[in-house]
């Protein structure tokens, strides 16, 4: 069987509602306004590292302090009664009140997120200016939990965020933003993927890092031009099914 029917087989087989009641893009799929979509999207994003069953408690976690209202707990302020407490490993309240200032602020000069993504060419360019602005509310205080592209950062769990606004099957991933296209999309890149794609002969890179990502998105950009992030899915079934 060649490698683009494989990869198409294991996409139909895991891009199914199933695969949200295990996984983290479940939590924006709770909400119905935009704004609080892409809030949850980023959010439950920056702690999905570690194993699912912490990652999955640590989001209910956060979103309880947020009082499961997230525009309106960020732009009526509730975040600064935050402590010190921690959410998920290494990312403490402080850290979520460093997220909340930032997204306050940038919800106070544009209409969603999405408008900001969509002032660059490039997501890699979108991200950069996204984590100024989450720098400029926060008085120039860097935060090690929004990395960093011009550092030749992988961004793994930004364009995951980004896969679920972006994307929009009807299935998994929601597609709220509708000025940005899948085939812009790169592939959140872990471990894992990463591993498979170089068994698969997708990447020769050996780093995990933006070349790396740039390098397996272009191959799968090969395989289908209009979502190539689309086989995240069969990468992460590769493993699942060996």
Same mark, same amino acid.
């Given at each position: 069987m060649k490698l683009k029917e494989q990869l198409d087989l294991l996409r139909e087989k895991y891009n199914t509602k199933a695969f949200i009641e295990s996984d983290p893009v479940q939590f924006p799929h709770r909400f119905k306004d935009k704004k609080d979509i892409e809030i949850v999207s980023f959010l439950i994003a920056t702690i999905s590292w570690g194993k699912r069953p912490m990652i999955l408690k640590s989001a209910e976690k956060m979103l309880n302090l947020m009082g499961n209202t997230p525009y309106s707990y960020i732009m009526d302020e509730g975040y600064l009664s935050l402590g010190k407490k921690n959410i998920h490993r290494t990312f403490f309240e402080n850290d979520l009140q460093y997220y909340c200032k930032g997204l306050h602020s940038i919800y106070s000069q544009y209409p969603d997120l999405e408008q900001v993504f969509i002032q660059k060419e490039s997501l890699w360019e979108g991200i950069h200016l996204y984590r100024d602005l989450m720098i400029n509310a926060n008085l120039g205080v860097e935060t090690k939990h929004i990395s960093n592209p011009l550092k030749n950062s992988a961004c793994k769990r930004l364009f995951m965020g980004l896969r679920w606004l972006i994307r929009k099957d #009807?299935?998994?991933? +929601? #597609?709220?933003?509708? %000025?940005? %296209?899948?085939s812009q999309l790169y592939i959140p890149l872990d471990t894992h993927v990463a591993r498979v794609s170089r068994e698969m002969g997708l990447l020769t890179?050996?780093? @995990?890092?933006?070349?790396?990502?740039?390098? +397996?998105? @272009? %191959? +799968?950009?090969?395989?289908d031009p209009v979502d190539p992030i689309s086989y995240d899915f069969a990468l992460f079934g590769w493993g699942e099914d060996r």
């Open positions: #009807g299935i998994v991933d +929601l #597609g709220v933003w509708k %000025n940005l %296209n899948p890179r050996k780093s @995990n890092d933006r070349k790396a990502v740039e390098e +397996l998105t @272009n %191959n +799968l950009r090969k395989l």
